[in-house]
């Protein structure tokens, strides 16, 4: 009779799935990957006299080696990629705002494209991702190992002048370096490192992106947007586009 115990153990600074075996030969269990709700709600506001692009985000040079640092493709960061663009420009729009794009990068602007916007936004992310091992311990015919998990660094939204790239303005949101732990039982034949780890990167960047998008909103106000348009208008004159 082979038995498994699954104790969860959950705080501020650890997550820990630990399992204990009775018996011998048992099969290591699958972990689930936990599902993840990503949104936000802004309340309708008035026209805004600024055509903004709006480029998708990308990774910081630094922030794209650490995240191909973690040995895997990570579905929570693409999960969360793929939630903060959409949500971003729906709040573009839904503060008022005239958008062009979203663009996936700034080549597949045209001449057009960047003519007609006043102002070019580009969310950056600059984010350090961290998995340690920090213990093994072999249970029978499996191995629970503790790995200490981290992500710090920040969220760079820049706006730039269209044609002439000319970055006018910049805002960092810092991430607050959450770091958890988790023991994870490994098998031969199961993904639960890779489950395991998303699980917390998941859970971190629900956080994060429920505590950025108010101040996403406060950033871009009428008032900040009309000024920059006036000066994106100074750069055009003197480069006499």
Partial sequence: MKNWVIKSINSLSTLAVILTLTGCGASVPLMVRQPVVYSYNEPQSGKV?????????????????????LGYQSQSVREFISAFDKNFYDLMITKG????????????MTYPDKKNSDLLVEPVLNFVFSVQKIEAQSQWSAVGTTYQISIGGSLDLVIYEPLSQVKMWMKKINLK?????????????????????????????????????????????????????????????????
Wanted: charged fraction near 20%; proline fraction near 2%; glycine fraction near 8%.
């Fill in 49 to 69: 006299d600024v055509i903004l692009g709006v480029l998708g985000s990308s990774f910081a040079d630094q922030a794209q080696i650490s995240y191909r640092s």
């Fill in 97 to 108: 705002i005239n958008t062009l794009g979203p663009f996936n990068g700034y080549q597949d």
């Fill in 177 to 241: 370096g959450d770091v958890k732990n988790i023991t994870i039982i490994l098998g031969k034949d199961n993904n639960n490192y890779g489950i395991g780890i998303d699980n917390v990167y998941s859970a971190m960047l629900v956080d994060f992106f429920n505590s950025s998008f108010p101040r996403i909103s406060k950033y871009f106000n009428a008032e900040e947007l009309a000024m920059l348009k006036k000066q994106s208008q100074e750069l055009r004159a003197k480069k006499v586009y």
